[in-house]
C-alpha cells in the first residue's frame, strides 16, 4: 500500500508559476513509477506527466510540454510538478498516483496509488 499526499495548489494569475509535492509512505518509493493528472469542472480526468524510477524517463504530453516539469527526490520520497507560465486552462484539481508499472502511468489508463488531489485556480 502506498499513500500519496498533495501540497502547494493555490490561486494564481496567469503567467504565474506554482509547485505542486507529492510525498508517499508505505512501500519503497523509488520503485515507482509517479505521475500527475488532472480533472477540470465538467471534464474527464487528463494525464499530465510521468517520471520513472531512478533519473530517467521524464515525459509530459504536449499541452504543458516547455512550461511544466516533473521532478522526484527519491530521499525525501517526493515527486515535483513546476508549472510555469500558468493559463486558465491549467486549472483543475490536480492528483498525484503512483504505479509499480509505469505503463500504467499514461493516456487513459489508471494507476494503483492515488492522493486526495489539490486545487490549481489560474486566474485571467
Known amino acids: 500500500q502506498v499513500q500519496l499526499v498533495e501540497s502547494g495548489g493555490g490561486l494564481v494569475q496567469a503567467g504565474g508559476s506554482l509547485t505542486l509535492s507529492c510525498v508517499a509512505s508505505?512501500?519503497?518509493?523509488?520503485?515507482?513509477?509517479m505521475g500527475w493528472f488532472r480533472q477540470a469542472p465538467g471534464k474527464e480526468r487528463e494525464f499530465v506527466g510521468r517520471?520513472?524510477?531512478?533519473?530517467?524517463?521524464?515525459y509530459v504530453v504536449d499541452s504543458v510540454k516547455g512550461r511544466f516539469t516533473i521532478s522526484r527526490d527519491n530521499a525525501k520520497n517526493t515527486v515535483y510538478l513546476q508549472m510555469n507560465s500558468l493559463k486558465p486552462e491549467d486549472t483543475a484539481v490536480y492528483y498525484c498516483a503512483a504505479d509499480g508499472n509505469y505503463r500504467r502511468m499514461a493516456p487513459g489508463r489508471t494507476p494503483v496509488y492515488w492522493g486526495q488531489g489539490t486545487q490549481v485556480t489560474v486566474s485571467s
Open positions: 508505505g512501500r519503497t518509493f523509488e520503485n515507482y513509477a
Open positions: 517520471i520513472t524510477w531512478g533519473r530517467g524517463g521524464i
